[in-house]
């Protein structure tokens, strides 16, 4: 079946600075990609929607100068947390469509990151 | 707006007991729906997905859903669970395979 992979799995860093993620759907191209917060024991919040040449487009409530969204190629979207503070930590999962009837979603293993 | 509930935060079932996780939606029209499966600290994988046709879906582990459209429900069912079941449960729509709204999720846990 399809693959979506993140990476880092765990990240641990300072408050104040900047983290990187990155989203690659393995085995098909993706135009959209979207990225999701969960709290503990809480669903997923999308926070938003990476678009392949175009820019992101940001759920209501989401700081879009501190998640910074780059979809630098059809297999590849990147999610910078700039000026990380404590409260960003989470995980933060990222998904994929793949393409066909109904577009069903790929789930990429998740990032934990830790905010120190 | 739309919607999908999980009315059940926390469901215990026993080894080998029936199950059933119940999943509401409120669209304007009929949504793509899905059942997904996350285990602690992972991402999320798909069980089965309700697109049209056939109103009774079956899915990987065992699982199957049934979509009744009168009761805008799409509950997730498996006939005998195992322990290896136990895990979050996330019951999701989308129209036309655009962003996911996911339920609340549900908490299964087994008793051995």
């Known amino acids: 079946g399809a693959v979506v992979s993140q990476h880092p799995s765990r990240v641990i860093c300072k408050s104040g600075t900047s983290v990187k993620i990155e989203c690659r759907s393995l085995?098909?191209?993706?135009?959209?990609m979207f990225w999701y917060r969960q709290f503990p024991k809480k669903s997923l919040m999308l926070m938003a929607t990476?678009?392949?040449?175009?820019?992101?487009?940001?759920e209501q409530g989401v700081e879009k100068d501190k998640f910074l969204i780059n979809h630098a190629s059809l297999t590849l979207s990147t999610l910078t947390v700039t000026s990380a503070h404590p409260e960003d930590s989470s995980f933060y999962i990222c998904?994929?469509?793949?393409?066909?009837?109904?577009?069903?979603?790929?789930f990429g293993p998740g990032t934990r990151l830790t905010v120190t | 707006a739309q919607s999908v509930t999980q009315p059940d935060i926390h469901i215990t079932v026993s080894e080998g007991a029936s199950l059933e996780l119940r999943c509401n939606y409120s669209?304007?029209?009929?949504?793509?729906l899905f059942w997904y499966v996350q285990s602690p600290g992972q991402g999320l994988q798909l069980l089965l997905k309700?697109?049209?046709?056939?109103?009774l879906v079956q899915g990987i582990k065992g699982f199957e859903a049934e979509f009744k459209r009168s009761q805008s429900s799409f509950n997730l069912r498996k006939p005998s669970v195992h322990w290896s079941d136990a895990a979050e449960y996330f019951c999701?729509?989308?129209?036309?395979?655009?962003?996911?709204?996911f339920g609340t999720g549900t908490q299964l846990k087994v008793e051995l």
């Open positions: 998904s994929a469509p793949f393409p066909g009837v109904g577009n069903e979603q790929y």
């Open positions: 085995d098909f191209q993706a135009t959209t």
């Open positions: 990476s678009n392949e040449g175009s820019k992101a487009t940001y």
């Open positions: 669209y304007g029209a009929t949504p793509y």
């Open positions: 309700y697109f049209s046709g056939d109103t």
């Open positions: 999701a729509a989308s129209e036309g395979g655009n962003k996911l709204t």
